[in-house]
């Protein structure tokens, strides 16, 4: 099983991004999804996340971001807007994933990051 993050790129202040996180595997299905960030010399923080109950947002992106899913796919994607100098960083996936197959287990598991440089 394998989560794929892309999406990343260099904007300029204002512009938008769509990163995608998909998993690959047979038999898997996605829970949760949280999308995380970490800015140079600083520790990753939780941006959004989405649940079976909702989504939720850090203070800092809150009507910029937009968190969603296709189960469909096995897929979560976080559009950002509006997009500041300070939302430079590594963008990470975390979702939690089940396989079905040989026998039903859970764990959590990370994309592998992709870059965002927003240039004021």
């Known amino acids: 099983v394998q989560l794929q993050a892309s999406g990343g790129g260099s904007v300029q202040a204002g512009g938008s991004l769509n990163l995608s996180c998909e998993a690959s595997?047979?038999?898997?299905?996605?829970?949760?999804v949280g999308w995380f960030r970490q800015a140079p010399e600083k520790q990753r923080e939780l941006v959004a996340s989405?649940?079976?109950?909702?989504?939720n947002y850090a203070d800092s992106v809150k009507g910029r971001f937009t968190i969603s899913r296709d189960n469909a796919k096995n897929a979560a994607y976080l559009q950002m807007d509006s997009l500041k100098s300070e939302d430079t960083g590594v963008y990470y996936c975390?979702?939690?994933?089940?396989?079905?197959?040989?026998?039903?287990?859970?764990?959590?598991?990370w994309g592998q990051g992709t870059q965002v440089t927003v240039s004021s």
């Open positions: 595997g047979s038999d898997i299905t996605i829970g949760a």
């Open positions: 989405i649940t079976r109950g909702g989504t």
């Open positions: 975390n979702a939690r994933i089940t396989q079905r197959r040989p026998e039903e287990i859970t764990f959590d598991s």
